[in-house]
């Protein structure tokens, strides 16, 4: 057994501490601890309680010390755009908003007043959406201002939980591109836009590249965890680690990361910030090695989930899907990723309204309803498979699916059959595998991400899908 290392994956629901370690070539993964996540209501916002999400990191690492497994490195991951502002003796200001909170309404037409969309587009490469960082900044010039005027540093949440087991301070430029502020051609902060909508640019600080080191813990840390640690910079933007991931053996592939969010698309070596792009809604996130996800957000799992909840998880996820099957000539479809299904009260009278809006058949069980979740995903794959086709001039034969929903068999058979591509799904706990591969290269394990694609390939099941 070699060395151990740790990945914190934290998602918008829960979390994971997943040891890692190379063993006969393969790599082995060891779940230590598990936490539950979520936004909180304050008042009217949506926001995450950052100080509760810092004390599960650290139980999770004291955990280590407990089973005896001490890690040389570890590194943290998160969901992209949420972030704090720190002022000068490095406290927050204000509170921590979630990404779903509704204070970014309106705010595109204040950030278009300073440059067009097909401008701005055209120099970030990044997909509008509403709860994209630039948005949530904007509504803090307008609705804030004092705390644009008291900031020192503007920290991605991952970064922050780095400064806080080490006292230094690395911006991951990863998930910084997530924020609509980073140039593709430079791959550095873009300080012209951000002066152009009146942020302040001293509050951005220099990106660094996954592999990085940013420091060791503190010396209050060390005491806490039982022992010293390295933290090394991970693809902190969880989608960016859960791609490195992607257990392809060419560089002929698309791929889903599946989750509460589907993120689908292609690896590429140049950004795409043409108007086409932009019309059809793609983004160019930053990836390992700058390398370009050229990829659609689209909304995922989010939305069987909330159904799920809503029922008081009565159902499970299986359940569900045999529902689905038994109703699949059930004909109503709905556009996932419209902004009715972003954090509605009630997905299920969401999922109606929306049936009813455009004519279509009202779903009146949960089968039906289910069955209209599913297959409008998977159609939505399917279109974007062609988007992406016809953008790059290329043919894909096959689809990865990572993550937590390559297990969703039923989606990914409905993948297959709609797209008419082989499916191959595994890993799914590729966010985890991600962080730590990026951790292994910068400690010579492998040589690169190629290798370490290999490694992963050999190291966990992936499960081949064809269309019926």
Request: contains cysteine.
């Amino acid at each position: 057994m070699g060395n151990y290392y740790l990945a914190v994956d934290i998602g918008a629901s829960s979390g994971r501490h997943i040891l890692g370690s190379m063993e006969n070539g393969r790599m082995v993964l060891e779940e230590i601890y598990r936490f539950e996540n979520g936004m909180k209501k304050t008042g009217d916002h949506l926001c995450w309680d950052i100080h509760s999400l810092f004390n599960e990191i650290k139980t999770g690492i004291r955990k280590c010390k407990e089973i005896g497994k001490i890690p040389v490195s570890m590194g943290i991951d998160t969901w992209a755009v949420d972030y704090v502002l720190l002022d000068h003796e490095d406290k927050v200001l204000g509170p921590t908003y979630g990404y779903r909170d509704k204070r970014t309404q309106g705010m595109d037409t204040e950030v278009y007043q300073c440059i067009p969309l097909d401008k701005l587009y055209a120099r970030t490469g990044i997909q509008k959406q509403i709860f994209n960082s630039i948005y949530q900044l904007m509504s803090v010039r307008k609705q804030q201002p004092e705390l644009l005027e008291q900031a020192e540093n503007f920290m991605m949440l991952p970064d922050y939980f780095h400064f806080l087991l080490t006292g230094q301070k690395v911006t991951d430029y990863t998930n910084a591109t997530t924020t609509q502020l980073v140039s593709p051609d430079t791959k550095s902060w873009d300080y012209e836009l951000i002066e152009l909508l009146g942020f302040p640019k001293k509050i951005f600080k220099e990106l660094s590249m996954p592999g990085a080191f940013v420091g060791e813990f503190t010396k209050e840390m060390e005491e806490e965890a039982g022992f010293q640690c390295k933290v090394i910079l991970p693809p902190t933007h969880d989608t960016a680690s859960a791609v490195l991931a992607v257990p392809a053996q060419n560089d002929d592939f698309l791929y889903i990361s599946s989750g509460t969010w589907s993120l689908m698309g292609i690896e590429s070596s140049k950004a795409d910030c043409s108007m086409e792009s932009m019309d059809k809604n793609f983004t160019n996130e930053g990836g390992y090695d700058y390398k370009f996800r050229f990829l659609k957000n689209i909304m995922g799992l989010w939305m069987i989930q909330s159904v799920r909840h809503e029922l008081n998880d009565e159902y499970s996820f299986a359940t569900l899907c045999e529902l689905a099957e038994k109703k699949r000539e059930f004909p109503s479809r709905v556009d996932v990723n419209d902004q009715l299904f972003l954090a509605p009260d009630s997905m299920i009278e969401a999922v109606k309204e929306y049936c009813a809006k455009s004519r279509q058949a009202v779903p009146q069980d949960i089968g039906e309803l289910a069955t209209v979740i599913y297959q409008s995903l998977a159609e939505s794959y399917a279109k974007t498979v062609e988007e992406i086709e016809f953008i790059t001039g290329r043919d894909y034969n096959t689809i990865h699916i990572v993550g937590g929903g390559s297990n969703a068999e039923y989606l990914n058979q409905l993948t297959a059959e709609k797209t008419g591509k082989k499916v191959l799904a595994g890993p799914s706990e590729a966010t985890a595998i991600g962080n730590l591969a990026a951790q292994m290269i910068a400690d010579s394990v492998f040589t690169d991400a190629k290798e370490a694609r290999k490694a992963i390939y050999n190291s966990f099941e992936i499960k081949k899908i064809q269309s019926r």
